[in-house]
């Protein structure tokens, strides 16, 4: 079986010191068939391209759609979720770099780069081909054919390299770079609205809005009269009545969208609900 024959490929380039238990730096992904991740936290900057195929992505309460040849910038801390396609015929490639704060301190101290301003742009970008993004992905080319780990300094050099290129490119992006803030608080309640069918735990949503676990649940309860938890299933299964009802749309196509780990799940807990499994439910 050759490198691109796998039906779905994960193949890790550079990588961290192992013990430090960190993301990889920079992954490249293959797939051959269309591939639907579900719900995906973006906790470090990512700066990635396409190689072929095209991708669906919903962060931010946006949608986008990136294709082969394309050049993006993901701001951490979002929720997002992922939808890869292959063209026909071939495969789904991408490379993605991630950008650990301990490297962009380094380079924050090093070139003397601190945020002057907050920066208030989009945090998904569709980045402008240019040469120099060009000429850095073809120097990571080399590496895509084999699986032998390389070392952790010229990992750091060539997330590095990212950055720099970045700033070269996008000198704006200095002031999301290098900002090392946690996420304040904000809206709780228009956050849970835009964010609610994203399954990841409440400590998560707690870290994203500004708050402690204990705070979250707190002003949670102030706002909706009951737990977070119970919220939650109720708002997705209102959804997906919606969804099922109105739009004509099957269980199986809408609960993984929904924040539902897997269709017994779903259909136990919408049949508690509305007394009747979701394949009953006649569309208007």
């Known amino acids: 079986m050759g490198f691109f024959d796998n039906p779905v490929f994960l193949?890790?380039?550079?990588?961290?010191?192992?013990?430090?238990?960190?993301r990889p730096h920079i992954l490249y992904?293959?797939?051959?068939?269309?591939?639907?991740?579900?719900?995906?936290f973006i906790p470090e900057?990512?700066?990635?391209?396409?190689?072929?195929?095209?991708?669906?992505?919903?962060?931010?309460?946006?949608?986008?759609?990136?294709?082969?040849?394309?050049?993006?910038?993901f701001r951490r801390n979002q929720l997002s979720k992922y939808t890869k396609f292959p063209p026909p015929g071939g495969e789904y490639r991408s490379i993605s770099?991630?950008?650990?704060?301990?490297?962009?301190?380094?380079?924050?101290?090093?070139?003397?780069?601190?945020?002057d301003r907050p920066y208030t742009g989009e945090a998904t970008l569709l980045l402008p081909s240019n040469p120099?993004?060009?000429?850095?992905?073809?120097?990571?080319?080399?590496?895509?054919?084999?699986?032998?780990?390389?070392?952790?300094?010229?990992?750091?050099?060539?997330?590095?390299?990212?950055?720099?290129?970045?700033?070269?490119?996008?000198p704006a992006l200095k002031n999301i770079l290098f900002d090392?803030?946690?996420p304040g608080k904000i809206d709780l309640e228009a956050y849970m609205n835009e964010h609610y069918r994203y399954n990841v735990e409440l400590s998560r949503f707690a870290y994203l809005t500004g708050r402690s676990l204990a705070t979250f649940k707190r002003d949670f309860e102030k706002i909706y009269n009951m737990s977070p938890k119970r919220w939650l299933q109720q708002r997705r299964l209102k959804e997906a009545y919606y969804l099922i009802r109105e739009k004509g749309r099957k269980a199986s196509e809408i609960y993984l969208?929904?924040?539902?780990?897997?269709?017994?799940?779903?259909?136990?807990?919408?049949?508690?609900?509305?007394?009747?499994?979701?394949?009953?439910?006649?569309?208007?």
């Open 45 to 73: 900057h990512v700066f990635g391209y396409i190689f072929s195929g095209s991708s669906e992505i919903s962060v931010g309460g946006k949608s986008y759609v990136f294709k082969e040849g394309d050049f993006r910038f």
């Open 11 to 22: 193949h890790l380039i550079f990588m961290g010191d192992p013990a430090e238990k960190q």
């Open 132 to 170: 120099l993004f060009t000429n850095y992905i073809d120097s990571l080319t080399p590496y895509l054919d084999t699986a032998r780990t390389v070392s952790k300094a010229l990992t750091d050099t060539k997330v590095k390299e990212a950055i720099l290129i970045l700033l070269e490119t996008h």
């Open 257 to 284: 969208d929904l924040g539902f780990e897997d269709l017994s799940h779903f259909s136990y807990a919408f049949k508690k609900v509305y007394g009747v499994a979701p394949s009953m439910v006649s569309p208007l």
């Open 97 to 115: 770099v991630s950008m650990d704060p301990d490297t962009l301190h380094a380079v924050s101290e090093e070139h003397k780069l601190q945020v």
């Open 29 to 40: 992904s293959c797939y051959s068939k269309k591939s639907t991740e579900g719900e995906s």
């Open 180 to 182: 090392f803030s946690e």
